[in-house]
């Protein structure tokens, strides 16, 4: 009950296309689901992050999209550069511990 | 800019030799976190500490393993004996509990053991 499901494993789109990775969850306590983004050699930096009160939240190119009755939210890229080239893992959280569980990552490449 | 530093960034050893990584958190964060990545086994929290006390070391093997905040600007995490199946890369990330629920990741240390 405490995975976080995330999908595809790896994905390689063209520049300016719009790849989506996916999130599920079984704890119906996680309250606070962030997006990490990951280049090589390098920390997880924080992306962006939702809580269940919206569905749908943006920061500038990037967008998540939350669905709290089937369990799910995603990330979607907008206008996908090659810069975006990167691991992006998804995670959630119940706020106040603090504690993180996060997904298996997703290996993003965008062809120039 | 405030950032959570990692030393050492590289780490090669025998097996069997006793391994310390050190983490300055952000000045002020009073939570702090180890993390362990893999190809295999992707991010796995290994303890978290908050106003440096532990709060959770369950993600760690405890016979080798410990952690631990000598004081609010240094949490060390050592092996001892290091085994091969410990190279990994280890994260430290820090954070202000209560506040924003962001997690701040130091940039790791590739630990490689032989």
């Known amino acids: 009950q405490q995975q976080v499901k995330q999908s595809p494993q790896s994905l390689i789109v063209q520049k300016g296309g719009i790849p989506i990775i996916n999130c599920a969850y079984e704890?119906?306590?996680?309250?606070?689901f962030p997006w990490y983004q990951q280049f090589p050699g390098k920390g997880p930096a924080l992306l962006i992050a939702i809580r269940p009160d919206v569905s749908e939240k943006k920061e500038g190119r990037f967008t998540i999209s939350f669905n709290k009755s089937a369990k799910q939210f995603s990330l979607h890229i907008m206008d996908s550069q090659p810069g975006d080239s990167a691991t992006y893992f998804c995670a959630a959280s119940i706020s106040g511990t603090y504690k993180y569980i996060f997904g298996t990552g997703t290996r993003l490449k965008v062809l120039a | 800019d405030a950032r959570v530093t990692q030393t050492p960034r590289h780490k090669v050893t025998e097996m069997g030799q006793e391994v310390t990584m050190r983490c300055q958190p952000i000045?002020?964060?009073?939570?702090v976190f180890w993390y362990r990545q893999t190809m295999m086994q992707g991010l796995e929290l290994l303890a978290y500490?908050?106003?440096?006390?532990?709060?959770?070391d369950s993600g760690m093997p405890k016979d080798r393993f410990s952690a631990e905040m000598p004081d609010a600007t240094l949490a060390t995490l050592k092996i001892q004996p290091s085994e091969p199946r410990d190279s990994a890369v280890y994260f430290c990330?820090?954070?202000?509990?209560?506040?924003?629920?962001?997690?701040?990741f130091g940039p790791g240390t590739r630990l490689t053991v032989l």
């Open positions: 000045l002020g964060h009073n939570t």
């Open positions: 990330a820090s954070g202000v509990a209560g506040s924003t629920d962001t997690q701040y």
């Open positions: 704890n119906t306590a996680f309250d606070y």
């Open positions: 500490f908050r106003n440096r006390a532990p709060l959770d």
